[in-house]
């Protein structure tokens, strides 16, 4: 069974670029997390959906940050405009449960470089 | 406040030998589920175990062993005869009943050199 898919796996842009990235969920799963992992601040929950729908998003760090889960299928992260402190791993991470945690299914992260 | 402890920030042992991480979470909660997670150099977190907090059993997976204890407030983690292929960061997480939010440790890196 396929895994969670995240694309790119690199990223390397320069500051003010807009940057997507993307992430494939496994099917059946109905909550879908966005992690961001720095050396600095360790994981960090970005937003949480369920059922398609954004739950929490006060991780957000702020306006430039954005996300969107049009289908159950299928999650982006934005980031518009980018800057240099935006560099991270962000990790795309689904799950079975809702409400309780359970076991969360993460992609294999998307390395962000702004310059 | 929820929080989780992983006070060894880096462990570096020889091949064959067991090693144990430790974890120490604080919670006000009677409810709770604990969690070990692997991140390998190739960078995924994998799942590794999930614990609720009427459970204090311990638990054994192959090499793998888990102790938790609620009076210390700990959720410790056994290597026995550790192999290079366990050369990771290993996180210790938390999460409260009814809340989807998992608090992580800081992380463990652990080196096994052959």
């Known amino acids: 069974d396929a895994g969670v898919i995240q694309s790119p796996r690199h990223e390397v842009t320069e500051m003010g670029q807009e940057v997507t990235l993307r992430c494939k969920p496994i099917?059946?799963?109905?909550?879908l997390f966005w992690y961001r992992q720095t050396m600095m601040r360790g994981l960090e929950l970005l937003i949480y959906?369920?059922?398609?729908?954004?739950?929490?998003d006060s991780g957000m760090p702020e306006d430039r940050f954005s996300a969107k889960m049009p289908n159950a299928s299928f999650s982006t992260l934005k980031i518009q405009p980018s800057e240099p402190r935006d560099s991270a791993v962000y990790f795309c991470?689904?799950?079975?449960?809702?409400?309780?945690?359970?076991?969360?299914?993460f992609g294999e992260g998307s390395r962000l470089t702004v310059l | 406040a929820q929080k989780v402890t992983q006070a060894q920030t880096e462990i570096s042992v020889v091949e064959k030998e067991d090693v144990t991480l430790d974890c120490v979470y604080e919670?006000?909660?009677?409810?709770?589920?604990l969690f070990w997670y692997k991140q390998p150099p190739s960078g995924e977190l994998v799942f590794l175990i999930r614990?609720?907090?009427?459970d204090e059993q311990n638990e054994i997976s192959g090499r793998y062993s888990w102790n938790f204890q609620k009076s210390t407030s700990s959720f410790n983690f056994t290597i026995t005869a550790s192999q290079v292929v366990d050369s990771a960061v290993y996180f210790c997480?938390?999460?409260?009943?009814?809340?989807?939010?998992?608090?992580w440790g800081a992380g463990t890196k652990l080196i096994i050199k052959p």
């Open positions: 991470a689904s799950s079975l449960s809702s409400g309780n945690t359970g076991e969360l299914f």
């Open positions: 099917s059946g799963h109905n909550s």
């Open positions: 959906f369920n059922n398609n729908v954004p739950i929490d």
């Open positions: 919670t006000r909660d009677t409810t709770y589920y």
């Open positions: 614990r609720n907090s009427f």
């Open positions: 997480a938390l999460s409260e009943w009814g809340n989807y939010q998992l608090i």
